[in-house]
Structures are given as structure tokens and as C-alpha cells.
């Protein structure tokens, strides 16, 4: 009898893998279902394929455990940095006035101390972190950008594109996270 393929076990192994991610990687699942993380596991060890040998169905799923964990402390970190930049980014929902980092979003955030003030700010940074997420990762880049203050030249050159087409891009990306941000709001 051979031994199983790494697709195999993947799709038997199936059930015990949405059961370890539900289990550590509960943070998460307000972000991506358990399905995408599974998925995301899949991809990243059929991509690592050539490190895997099976001697065991145990030993393969140990392995398959493993791949999983790494994919989960990615995505923590993934989340984590969209995370802190959407306090900076949250000034660009509210339209007009300064676009950068500095300005606005900080002089909110040392006037308001009240508690709801502060669980206000916390649900709207949550929902920041959501429109980034769904936005388009070029759009999504452009928005992270602007709040690390990245120049606009810089940014055309990172893009490949003349100044005027990175200051369009700019705007849309700007419009498109106003627009998902607002329709989060509205859920």
C-alpha cells in the first residue's frame, strides 16, 4: 500500500483541522471564518509540500498542526498591524480637512477619556479594521501609506505610476474605504 498524498490527508484530516483552528485561533474568527483559515492552512502546505514525508497518519497530522499554527500566527500579526494602523486611518472616514496621520485623529483621541468615548473609539478602530480588510490590497496599501505620512512621489514610484495617476488612485482608494466603512456602519 503507498503512502497517502498530502491532498488526501488534507481533505481526511479536514474536520480535526476546522477543529483546532475554532479552538486556537478564536480571536480570529471575528475577522475570517474558519473556513478561510482552513483554506489559507491548505495553500500554505501544499505550498511547503516538498518539507513533508509521511511515515505515519499521526506524524502527518502533527505536521499539518504545525503549518496551521504558523498560518494563525500570521494572520494574528496581519491583523494586528492593519490593527494599529486604522487609529490613524479613521480620520479619513469622517471626510475633508487633513489626510495624514497627524491632525485631527490625535487631538480626539487626548480630549475623549469617558468610557462609552472609549468604547465608541474601540468599535469604530474594529470597524476600520474590517474596511481595510476588504478592501483591495492596492487600495488598501495606499490608505496604510497615507497614514505611515508616505509622500505622494513615493507613492507613485511604489505603484509604478506617474504623480497625477498615484493622487487619483489616492482619492478613490480614500472614497473606497469612506464607502466600506460606512455601509459596516450601517450593519
Given at each position: 500500500m503507498s503512502a497517502p498524498g498530502l491532498a488526501q490527508i488534507l481533505e481526511r484530516r479536514r474536520g480535526d483541522l476546522l477543529e483546532l483552528l475554532r479552538r486556537e485561533a478564536s480571536g480570529l474568527l471575528g475577522h475570517e471564518s474558519a473556513e478561510d483559515l482552513l483554506q489559507g492552512v491548505s495553500v500554505r502546505a501544499l505550498e511547503r509540500a516538498r518539507f513533508f514525508q509521511y511515515r505515519s497518519e499521526r506524524e502527518a497530522f502533527f505536521w499539518l498542526a504545525e503549518v496551521a499554527r504558523q498560518h494563525v500566527a500570521d494572520r494574528h500579526r496581519y491583523w494586528k498591524a492593519l490593527r494599529r494602523a486604522a487609529g490613524k486611518t479613521l480620520h479619513l472616514t469622517a471626510g475633508g480637512g487633513k489626510t495624514t496621520a497627524s491632525g485631527r485623529a490625535g487631538a480626539l483621541a487626548s480630549s475623549q477619556t469617558s468610557p462609552s468615548?472609549?468604547?465608541?473609539?474601540?468599535?469604530?478602530?474594529?470597524?476600520?479594521?474590517?474596511?481595510?480588510?476588504?478592501?483591495?490590497?492596492?487600495?488598501?496599501?495606499?490608505?496604510?501609506?497615507?497614514?505611515?505620512?508616505?509622500?505622494?512621489?513615493?507613492m507613485a514610484r511604489r505603484l509604478g505610476v506617474?504623480?497625477?495617476?498615484?493622487?487619483?488612485?489616492?482619492?478613490?482608494?480614500?472614497?473606497?474605504?469612506?464607502?466600506?466603512?460606512?455601509l459596516l456602519c450601517r450593519c
Open positions: 468615548t472609549a468604547a465608541s473609539r474601540n468599535e469604530s478602530v474594529a470597524l476600520a479594521v474590517k474596511a481595510l480588510g476588504i478592501l483591495f490590497p492596492r487600495d488598501r496599501d495606499l490608505i496604510v501609506w497615507m497614514t505611515e505620512d508616505v509622500p505622494l512621489e513615493e506617474g504623480h497625477d495617476a498615484a493622487k487619483k488612485a489616492r482619492e478613490r482608494a480614500v472614497t473606497r474605504f469612506r464607502k466600506a466603512f460606512a
